[in-house]
């Protein structure tokens, strides 16, 4: 089993000489291939990072969040739309700070999405040259103020002949996802607004792998998405082959406390038969887990690595690094919590 960390954004905080011995220690401690990285921006400091990955034996990853951005005067007509005000709340609690700027989703569906989807691989292998993993995450469709995403899928349905938002129907087995997981429905869960993305997003992705054979890069592409949220029923049949990485993520840590243990019950059975779906559809599965993003979610990472393992799947990455001076410290995560998750970590990635 390929087995990995992905950074969140504490290392580049730190000096370079502690990230170096920090990583080593981390490394001594478990047996791991693989070290991805969020892309944060093309800096000398971020090559000597990589370069360091590299030296250490392991293979390096970019994290691209391709549809995340702030509103400028010259973005602002290739949006679906601003955040709402609920997911901006959900922001500062997280990051246990005031979010200041105007975040936004790019318009994946837009010709213009094309280019700038391929500038952003360019702009990350440049800086890594040799990487062996690109992971493409599209999270933030469901950010949209709902006014804002009505009014953009609407222009498309209406140049297109489909129907608008309030005349979009469902499948249902959708329905019965939707059941299991609590919600009701939206129009990111429609057959329309599925039609629609699988189209423009497979353009996309169909995009990148022509820019990689130009540039005879031969690495591997991964698709990022939430295990059971609305790219699950959707973006696993969307990717064109199946060389492409299914790197599906959730964190159950944020589901506690007080979701009812019934409900968490129901997420977990249809989480697990995604999972195994996806592997028996021939697809190469690796899921993203929690390492310290909040409290007492150990035991849950704990649950899913075993189901995992005994499913054969052939990769699996956590989610910042088990390391107090270098992890990732979400809202509320003390050091020890950190300590706690490398203990864990010592014992599954065991040498």
Not at 11 to 23: A, C, E, F, M, V
Not at 62 to 81: E, R, Y
């Amino acid at each position: 089993m390929i087995t990995g960390f992905i950074d969140g954004t504490d290392l580049r905080n730190q000096d370079l000489d502690t990230i170096r011995r920090r990583l080593d220690g981390l490394r001594a401690d478990m047996r791991f291939d693989n070290l991805t990285f969020y892309a944060k921006g093309d800096t000398e400091r971020d090559r000597a990072i990589y370069r360091h990955v590299k030296q250490m034996g392991l293979t390096a990853g970019v994290m691209l969040q391709a549809l995340t951005t702030t509103k400028t005067p010259q973005n602002a007509g290739s949006l679906i739309g601003t955040y709402s005000d609920a997911k901006l709340k959900d922001m500062e609690r997280e990051w246990g700070k005031p979010v200041t700027e105007d975040w936004a989703t790019l318009d994946y569906a837009a010709d213009s999405f094309v280019q700038c989807l391929i500038d952003q691989v360019h702009g990350a292998l440049e800086l890594c040259p040799g990487m062996d993993y690109v992971f493409l995450e599209f999270e933030g469709v469901d950010f949209v103020a709902p006014g804002h995403l009505n009014a953009w899928y609407n222009r498309w349905a209406k140049a297109n002949g489909r129907p608008d938002a309030a005349h979009v129907t469902y499948t249902e087995a959708v329905r019965d996802h939707l059941r299991r997981i609590r919600r009701p429905p939206s129009i990111l869960w429609s057959v329309e607004y599925m039609d629609m993305a699988r189209q423009m997003h497979r353009r996309n992705f169909l995009a990148v792998e022509s820019y990689l054979r130009r540039q005879n890069l031969k690495l591997k592409l991964g698709l990022v998405y939430h295990m059971y949220a609305s790219e699950a029923p959707m973006f696993p049949e969307t990717v064109p082959n199946a060389d492409w990485w299914l790197l599906p993520w959730h964190y159950w840590t944020f589901e506690l406390p007080g979701t009812p243990a019934e409900e968490i019950a129901d997420k977990k059975a249809l989480c697990k038969e995604l999972l195994a779906r996806w592997q028996q559809d021939g697809r190469t599965v690796c899921p993203i887990g929690d390492v310290a993003l909040g409290k007492n979610g150990l035991g849950h990472v704990q649950e899913f690595w075993d189901y995992g393992v005994g499913l054969g799947l052939p990769a699996y990455l956590g989610l910042g690094l088990p390391d107090p001076v270098i992890g990732v410290h979400w809202a509320g995560v003390e050091d020890s919590d950190l300590v706690a998750a490398r203990a864990l970590y010592q014992r599954l990635y065991q040498k």
